[in-house]
């Protein structure tokens, strides 16, 4: 297999957080510069079937885009250790914080580094407003996982999973825009110190 | 188990639509108006832990919210006719095209009605832009999907899968802003009229 990743870009990292919490190096890594525009060449589109990384080619030459159902897929490759569940209620509990960190924060932070970093105005009409918006939407956002997280250890509950994952490399991400936890959110500030100290923080950078 | 849902309301929708491909008759349906704020009152939080619809009450008390996490869920219960993948090769080629669906074409159009609609005025500051806009990005996601209708019987391939749903129910709520599938796509309105003969094209509304 390989996977088309590029460095720093928030989809692409989430691929290779996971990879590194479950120990994954015999998949080639074909890592390039979005800033190339090499995703938009005939041969790579030709190849992976729309313009997007990270894409895993399968030994087949069948391709998986989207970060979540490329993890999903290695982990039925990789079971251990577990970041999906294990049985149909906990992956349904699991999906379901995952889907809240998503829609509710990851989402708005990728707004707000888009409309708000300098080397993105060439992939987004930026717009001033639009960055503040988004900015306030993720802030409001992390109060229900400060909540969460004076609650339970890990956002899903008593251990790591891919919730945790995408959580956290969307905060790394944001950081691009100065984004932060606030200092008046410690459950959030434990957590991330907890996530910044696994040797998966790096990976993708 | 008991479902809290809203009529007519897309996340809701999404649910109802996959029960009734699957023939699910014994989950307690508990439907009310989400104009109503029944969903903030203490009680429903206390018992549901978010202000939204849909969620799934387990017997033993637990919920699930998210309607993919909801479905995904369900079909470990109901698992025919399969809707989410018979294997994780399978498994992660719908996701891939469900995600596609949902974060290029749903969303947009979700938020074309949110920001469109008179009788959503109280949910949302409505802006003509955003309207606009989104509308323009719902177009836009459209054209990979007639490309593909125009190879393939359904969304992920040679059979009906959750990708269908998410599509289907969208287009549908975004018919309250009266966006429409153009009429030079003729695979996509192929797609869309076998999508409306089915038994499931008005649950939930």
Chains 1, 2 share one sequence.
């Not at 990292?13 to 800033?35: G, N, P, Q, Y």
């Not at 970060?67 to 982990?75: K, M």
């Not at 300098?118 to 993720?138: C, D, G, H, K, Y």
Request: glycine share 4%; with cysteine; aromatic share 8%.
């Amino acid at each position: 297999m390989k996977l088309y990743t590029s460095r720093l870009a928030p989809n692409p990292r989430r691929v290779r957080w996971f990879m590194a919490e479950k120990s994954i190096t015999d998949i080639e890594i074909d890592e390039f510069d979005l800033f190339t525009g090499r995703h938009k060449s005939p041969a790579y589109l030709a190849e992976v079937g729309a313009p997007v990384a990270p894409a895993l080619v399968l030994d087949d030459g069948s391709v998986i885009t989207e970060s979540l159902a490329i993890c999903r897929y290695l982990e039925s490759l990789y079971p251990e250790p577990n970041l999906f569940g294990l049985d149909p209620r906990e992956t349904a509990h699991i999906e379901m914080w995952t889907r809240r960190v998503e829609l509710t924060a990851a989402n708005p932070m990728m707004m707000a580094v888009r409309h708000g970093h300098p080397a993105l105005a060439a992939l987004e009409t930026q717009s001033p407003e639009m960055f503040a918006a988004n900015v306030a939407r993720a802030q409001k956002a992390l109060e229900p996982f400060e909540t969460r997280l004076g609650e339970t250890e890990w956002i899903a509950g008593d251990r790591l999973t891919i919730a945790d994952g995408i959580l956290f490399t969307s905060l790394e991400f944001a950081r691009m825009v100065k984004f932060k936890v606030a200092e008046n959110q410690p459950h959030l500030l434990r957590w991330q110190a907890a996530m910044r100290e696994r040797d998966s923080a790096t990976a993708g950078t």
